[in-house]
């Protein structure tokens, strides 16, 4: 049997940066097993600019970003293999990929990574109603048949959701010559950027309607020919007589993006309501050594932070596979009130000089201070003028804070008198 | 006065700006800046596909080096669309200097082998 230190699953912004860090914490037998025939994942896709502002203080588009890790994993000696995919992974720490050249392939890893990232919602999730025709296609598909290949998928749009996605495949399309009717949204807010809704909407004068949803699809004949869109109340129920149909040959979906966890799922470690898995302050999922970061660990608006997370796992499967991550207590972190998530679910070393605590408010809210605190006591308090539920927020606690809290550690959300 | 939102980072500031160009709602200076820009010459950086002529079914992504005004956003996607590069072809590689005297060049952001 091959045996290796480290083995990481994908080779996108998180895998990457996962192996950069092992790398420069000691790890030397590396190896990333990566599905698509080229390093750098959905960043291969994702042309526009605006990645990079944190981690390079530039504004990069998605393939310049990419390239600046690939070239690093290239400096740093670190293998890969491209066309492999990930077939299985045993609690015991044997992975077995597949390709044409090596034929099927178990290894023995002393640890794992999971960075395989996410994959989007669908019409089936939302339950949408209708006529099952050809031109209903998700964003993130679009993009890559747009983006990769140059091929633009329909000439009249509608796009269902205003995730940033589909805001910023409305002005791609635009821009190649589709008219993009409009762009709907069930909640009463959207889930995009503001920035995105100014310079890929507004530049272009596409309606974005708010608290609107897809009625029903028609498209007798085989493709998509209409889309009807009617408002929906506070309980998210049709309001009769708000139709407004549109005669189009695409609906775009941008409803959602889940962890792809598949594998991790098979091998029944704990899962968090993010759909990823449950992870420590070394972002160790529930299974010793097996690690999990990025897009399938919980889904990341910006990449800077997902750069950022995986080498946060780079390190922690080092120190792991060093032996330096001996479980010294089992403190459990929950959200509170207001808040949907947060990660690590679990302090269990010593060894971080800080952590940084990630979490999402479950709606917008002004004025609000969060609070971390262990029974009785506050452990630490942050003043927030606004959060919003699109918008990841990090706060980072000193390991001088963290040490005297025995008890579990609650996130909550309180407005401020 | 006008109020938009500020397209420079993610952050999304409200801005309002009045006739004798004071802004407010900005959370940095180059907010102010940006509606300054706005209500006189109002700019944007594009970002786009150009065709690999010596490769079958091929393209490569490319941006503007610098932002170019707002009404000329088609125009220079047309010189874009009109316009093919030979592969290999490097980040940074200029594919159309100075596009329509605007004096922005279209770069590429792609390495293709
Ligand atoms: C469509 C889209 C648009 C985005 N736009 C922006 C943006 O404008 N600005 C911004 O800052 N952020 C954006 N993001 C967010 C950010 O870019 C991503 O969150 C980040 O790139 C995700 O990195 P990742 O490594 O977690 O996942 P990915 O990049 O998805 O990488 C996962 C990799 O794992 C591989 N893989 C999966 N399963 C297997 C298997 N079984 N075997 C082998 N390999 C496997 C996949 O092929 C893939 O390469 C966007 C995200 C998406 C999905
Ligand atoms: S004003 Fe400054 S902080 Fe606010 S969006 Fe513009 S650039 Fe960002």
Not at chain 1, 147 to 159: A, E, P, S, T
Not at chain 1, 392 to 415: A, H, Q, R, W
Request: glycine share 8%; charged share 25%.
């Amino acid at each position: 049997m091959i045996k290796r230190d480290l083995v990481i699953i994908g080779g996108g912004s998180a895998g990457m940066a996962a192996a950069i860090e092992a790398k420069k914490n000691g790890i030397d037998d590396i190896l990333i097993l990566e599905k698509d025939s080229v390093l750098g994942g959905i960043l291969n896709q994702c042309i526009h600019n605006g990645f990079g502002l944190t981690e390079f203080k530039e504004e990069l588009t998605g393939p310049e970003y990419l390239s600046r890790f690939a070239n690093q994993v290239d400096e740093l000696g670190i293998e890969y293999k491209l066309d492999s995919l990930v077939l299985d992974v045993s609690e015991n720490r044997l992975v077995t990929y597949s390709n044409a050249h090596d034929g099927v392939v178990t290894i023995e890893a002393k640890a794992i990574i999971f960075a395989t990232g996410c994959y989007e919602r669908g019409p089936g999730a939302i339950q949408l109603a209708g006529d099952r025709c050809s031109g209903i296609i998700t964003a993130g598909t679009a993009q890559k048949y747009l983006n990769i290949h140059g091929f633009l998928v329909g000439k009249r749009i509608v796009i269902l959701g205003s995730g940033d996605i589909g805001l910023i495949m409305a002005r791609r399309m635009t821009l190649e010559g589709a008219k993009v009717l409009c762009v709907s949204e069930i909640m009463p807010y959207s889930n995009g950027l503001n920035r995105n809704i100014a310079q890929c909407l507004n530049d272009y004068n596409i309606p974005l309607y708010l608290s609107h949803s897809v009625l029903r699809v028609e498209g007798k004949k085989g493709r998509v020919e209409k889309v009807v869109l009617a408002a929906v109340d506070d309980k998210m129920k049709f309001i009769p007589g708000t139709e407004m149909e549109f005669e189009c040959d695409t609906l775009l979906l941008s409803v959602g993006l889940v962890p792809y966890v598949s594998l991790l799922d098979k091998l029944h470690a704990d899962m968090s309501s993010t759909r990823g898995a449950k992870v420590n302050d070394q972002l160790m999922t529930s299974i010793p050594g097996i690690f999990s970061c990025g897009n399938c660990l919980h889904v990341h608006d910006v990449v800077d932070f997902v750069t950022d997370e995986g080498r946060d796992a780079g390190r922690g499967a080092a120190n792991y596979i060093k032996g330096l991550s001996n479980k010294q207590k089992h403190l459990e972190v929950k959200p509170g009130n207001g808040v949907s998530y947060v990660i690590p679910q679990f302090i269990e070393t010593d060894l971080n000089n800080d952590i940084t605590f990630k979490f999402r408010v479950r709606k917008p809210i002004q004025n609000v201070f969060v609070n971390f605190s262990s029974g009785e006591e506050l452990v630490h308090k942050v003043y927030k003028q606004v959060l919003i539920p699109s918008e990841m927020v990090m706060i980072k606690i000193s390991k001088e804070k963290l040490t005297n809290v025995k008890d579990e550690i609650v996130v909550s959300i309180k407005e401020r008198e | 006065m006008k109020e938009f939102t500020c397209i420079v980072c993610p952050r999304g500031c409200r801005l309002k700006i009045d006739d004798e160009l004071n802004v407010t709602g900005n959370s940095c200076p180059r907010g102010a800046e940006y509606a300054k820009n706005e209500v006189t010459n109002p700019k944007r950086m594009i970002t786009s596909l150009m065709r690999v002529k010596n490769r079958e079914n091929c393209v490569v992504s490319v941006k503007t080096s610098n932002a170019i005004p707002k009404g000329m956003i088609f125009q220079v996607m047309e010189e874009i669309n009109k316009t093919g590069v030979n592969a290999p072809t490097n980040i940074g590689d200029v594919a159309i200097s100075n596009v329509l005297n605007t004096g922005v060049d279209i770069i590429i952001t792609k390495n293709i082998k």
